[in-house]
C-alpha cells in the first residue's frame, strides 16, 4: 500500500454546480490511498459550525449532575462520562485503559423507539436554550453534505449500480460533541483521549478545533498530524463504506492524544445507511473479498464491547 506523509485537501465545490469529474478523480486518489482528507469549499456555514462548538463548550460546562441526567442510554443518546467506554476489540493497540473525553451524542429524532430496529428513539436533551435547534440545524446540513459525498464515493469507487443510496433514505445519524481534557504531563502511552480505531460506518464529517491532537496513521505504522485548517471538515471512510466498495476506499486508523496542556473540543457526524441495511461489496468493484453482514448486528457487537450503556444485563 502507498505510504502517505500528509492528509489531501479536496476542493468539493462541484458538489453544488458544475461538472464532477475532478473531484469524483480527486476522491478516488485520497480514500483509496489515505482514507482521508481534508473537504474544503462544502458550502456549510461557518457561522453553523461555530455555533456547534459554543454549544459543545456550554454543555461540558453544565454541572455534573446535569449531564449525568441525561446520561447516554441503550438507544445511544444523551452524555457519555469520561472513563465509560474503551476500545476493547481494537486490533490496533493493546486497550486496557477507557477513553479520556467525554461527550453528548445526538442520533436520528425518532417519536418512539421501534421494537424492531435498533437504536431506534428519541434524543435527550439538557435543559440549555437553543441547543436542541442548534444540532438539529447542524445535522440537517451535515446529513445533506454527507449524501452528497456518499454519491462520489460510489462513483469513485467505481459503482456500477448506486441503489444503495435507497438505504440512506432514513439515514443512522450521530452527531457527538466531544471534549477531550488535557492528557497528564506523565501520562502513560496506552492513555489515549481516543484510542487507535476504524470509525464503524460510512462517512465520518470532522470538525475540529485548533488545539490538534488527532493523527492518522500510515500502512508503514507511523502517525501522521491532522491539524485544522480553517473552512475545512476532515473527512474518513469507515468500515460500511470501505466493504461496500469492496476495500477500494479505506478505512484508516486513527487515534486523539491530547498533550497540548488545553481543553480539545471536536464534533463528528457520522453518515451511514440505516441500521437494517445489508452490507456487501456493490458491483462494478470486482470480485466480492467481504461476505454480506448487516449494519445493525455489526453495530450491537460493537457497542455492546465498548460502551457501558450497552453491556447486557445479567441477572
Known amino acids: 500500500m502507498t505510504e502517505f ?15 464532477q469529474t475532478t473531484l469524483i478523480s480527486d476522491f478516488r486518489a485520497a480514500y483509496g490511498t489515505t482514507g482521508f482528507g481534508y473537504i474544503v469549499n462544502h458550502g456549510i456555514d461557518p457561522a453553523l459550525v461555530d455555533a456547534v462548538f459554543e454549544a459543545s463548550r456550554r454543555f461540558h460546562a453544565l454541572p455534573i449532575e446535569q449531564k449525568l441526567a441525561i446520561k447516554v442510554n441503550r438507544t445511544h443518546r444523551g452524555y457519555i462520562p469520561i472513563d465509560s467506554s474503551t476500545d476493547v476489540n481494537s486490533q490496533l493497540a493493546e486497550v486496557t485503559k477507557p477513553n479520556q ?14 421494537p ?3 437504536l431506534s428513539g428519541p434524543n435527550q436533551w439538557p435543559d440549555l436554550d437553543g441547543f436542541r ?22 462513483k469513485a469507487a467505481g459503482v456500477s449500480d448506486t441503489a444503495i443510496m435507497s438505504a440512506f433514505d432514513t439515514p443512522t445519524i450521530w452527531l457527538r460533541l466531544l471534549h477531550y481534557p488535557p492528557s497528564p504531563a ?6 489515549y483521549g481516543s484510542a487507535p480505531h476504524t470509525d464503524f460506518g460510512c462517512l465520518t464529517i470532522l470538525a475540529q478545533d ?21 473552512g475545512s471538515f476532515v473527512v474518513n471512510v469507515g468500515d460500511m463504506l470501505h466493504r461496500l466498495s469492496n476495500g477500494r476506499l479505506l478505512s484508516t486508523p486513527h487515534r486523539v492524544i491530547n498533550r497540548s496542556g488545553r481543553e480539545r473540543f471536536s464534533c463528528p457526524f457520522f453518515y451511514d445507511p440505516n441500521v437494517a441495511t445489508t452490507i456487501a461489496p456493490l458491483p462494478g468493484t470486482g470480485t466480492p473479498r467481504f461476505d454480506p453482514i448487516r449494519f445493525d448486528t455489526f453495530l450491537r457487537s460493537e457497542l455492546e464491547a465498548a ?6 444485563t445479567t441477572t
Request: proline share 7%; aromatic share 6%; net charge negative.
Open 307 to 312: 460502551y457501558d450503556a450497552h453491556k447486557p
Open 5 to 19: 506523509t500528509e492528509i489531501p485537501v479536496i476542493d468539493a465545490s462541484a458538489l453544488h454546480e458544475g461538472d
Open 116 to 118: 424492531d430496529l435498533y
Open 133 to 154: 435547534d442548534t444540532l438539529t440545524a447542524y445535522a440537517e446540513q451535515l446529513s445533506h453534505l454527507g449524501h452528497a459525498l456518499m454519491q462520489v464515493a460510489l
Open 210 to 230: 485548533d488545539v490538534g491532537g488527532l493523527q492518522v496513521r500510515t500502512p508503514g505504522g507511523d502517525w501522521v498530524d491532522a491539524p485544522r485548517i480553517p
Open 101 to 114: 473525553s467525554a461527550s453528548f451524542m445526538m442520533m436520528r429524532e425518532d417519536s418512539a423507539a421501534d
Open 186 to 191: 506523565a501520562a502513560p502511552d496506552d492513555l
